[in-house]
C-alpha cells in the first residue's frame, strides 16, 4: 500500500510538473514578488532588526527566512484552485476513474507546488549572499524539507476546500483569503510578534506557522535546536491533519 500510494504520487507529480516544465519564464517570473520584497521592505526593517525582538540578527538574515516562508503558503494554499479548473472542466471525474490512490492526488499537487519553492528558495538565498546574508546550505535545505512537510498537509485542506465549494469560486478565495492573512500576520513573517500586544502573541502560540517561521529563522541562522524541533512537529501535525481531512473529501466525492 505505502509503495503503491509512492509510486501513483509521483506519476501525479509528473503530471502536475509539465506545465512549469513547459513554461520555465514562469518559474523566473515568480522570483520577482519575494525580491521586491526583500527589496522594498527589508529596508524598512534595518534600523529595527537590530533590537531583541528581531534576535540581534541582520535585516537579511532574520527577514529572508520569513519570505520563503510566504512564498510556501501562497503556493501551496492555492493548490485548490487548479482542482476547482478541472472540476469545471470535468478533467476531474476522468482522473478519478483512474486507479489512482486518492490520497496521492493531493500529495503530488501540493509536492508540485513545492519543488518550484527549493529552487527560488535556493536562488534567493545565493542572490542575498553580496547584500550581507550568510548562506548555510545544508539548514536551507532542511528547512525547505520542513516546508515541504507543511505544504503537503496546507495543499490537502485547499485541495478539500476546492471540493467543499465546487464551482462556486468566491467561496474557495474567500475562505482561502480570510485564514490566510491572520495566519500570516500572527505567525511573525514581516514583523517580530513579540512587538505586538499580549492578545497576539497568545494568538500566535495556537498558530502552526509561528512554529514553522521560528524553525526557518534558526535554520537560516545556521543551528539547530527547539525551534527546529518544534517546527518539524508542526509541520508533521499539519501533514496529518490536511490528509486525513483531504482523504474523507476526495472519498465523500467520488461516493
Known amino acids: 500500500m505505502p509503495g503503491r500510494i509512492l509510486r501513483d504520487t509521483w506519476h501525479v507529480f509528473l503530471r502536475e510538473m509539465l506545465l512549469p516544465l513547459r513554461d520555465p519564464f514562469s518559474l523566473v517570473f515568480s522570483l520577482l514578488q519575494p525580491l521586491i520584497f526583500l527589496a522594498l521592505f527589508g529596508p524598512l526593517l534595518g534600523s529595527a532588526v537590530g533590537s531583541p525582538a528581531f534576535?540581534?540578527?541582520?535585516?537579511?538574515?532574520?527577514?529572508?527566512?520569513?519570505?520563503?516562508?510566504?512564498?510556501?503558503?501562497?503556493?501551496?494554499?492555492?493548490?485548490?484552485?487548479?482542482?476547482?479548473?478541472?472540476?469545471?472542466?470535468?478533467?476531474?471525474?476522468?482522473?478519478?476513474?483512474?486507479?489512482?490512490?486518492?490520497?496521492?492526488?493531493?500529495?503530488g499537487r501540493a509536492l508540485k507546488e513545492w519543488a518550484p519553492l527549493v529552487v527560488q528558495g535556493l536562488l534567493i538565498a545565493i542572490v542575498c549572499v553580496p547584500f550581507g546574508f550568510v548562506f548555510y546550505p545544508l539548514h536551507v535545505v532542511f528547512g525547505?524539507?520542513?516546508?515541504?512537510?507543511?505544504?503537503?498537509?496546507?495543499?490537502?485542506?485547499?485541495?478539500?476546500?476546492?471540493?467543499?465549494?465546487?464551482?462556486?469560486?468566491?467561496?474557495?478565495w474567500a475562505v482561502q483569503q480570510t485564514l490566510l492573512f491572520p495566519l500570516m500576520i500572527l505567525s511573525g513573517i514581516m514583523?517580530?510578534?513579540?512587538?505586538?500586544?499580549?492578545?497576539?502573541q497568545v494568538a500566535s502560540l495556537f498558530n502552526p506557522?509561528?512554529?514553522?517561521?521560528n524553525a526557518e529563522r534558526e535554520?537560516?541562522?545556521?543551528?539547530?535546536?527547539?525551534?527546529?524541533?518544534?517546527?518539524?512537529?508542526?509541520?508533521g501535525v499539519?501533514?496529518?491533519?490536511?490528509?486525513?481531512?483531504?482523504?474523507?473529501?476526495v472519498n465523500r466525492s467520488s461516493n
Not at 506557522?209 to 517561521?213: D, M
Not at 535554520?219 to 509541520?235: E, H, K, P, S, Y
Open 55 to 107: 534576535g540581534g540578527q541582520s535585516t537579511l538574515q532574520w527577514f529572508l527566512p520569513g519570505v520563503v516562508v510566504m512564498i510556501a503558503l501562497f503556493g501551496t494554499s492555492m493548490t485548490g484552485s487548479n482542482l476547482q479548473y478541472e472540476l469545471m472542466t470535468g478533467s476531474y471525474e476522468r482522473i478519478l476513474a483512474t486507479p489512482l490512490s486518492r490520497s496521492s492526488l493531493m500529495i
Open 219 to 235: 535554520l537560516f541562522a545556521g543551528a539547530i535546536g527547539v525551534d527546529t524541533l518544534a517546527g518539524l512537529a508542526a509541520a
Open 144 to 172: 525547505l524539507i520542513i516546508l515541504g512537510i507543511f505544504g503537503i498537509g496546507l495543499g490537502a485542506l485547499s485541495y478539500s476546500l476546492a471540493l467543499v465549494s465546487q464551482s462556486k469560486e468566491w467561496i474557495f
Open 191 to 200: 514583523l517580530p510578534i513579540e512587538a505586538g500586544p499580549d492578545w497576539m
Open 209 to 213: 506557522l509561528t512554529y514553522l517561521v
Open 238 to 249: 499539519s501533514a496529518a491533519v490536511g490528509l486525513f481531512v483531504g482523504i474523507r473529501a
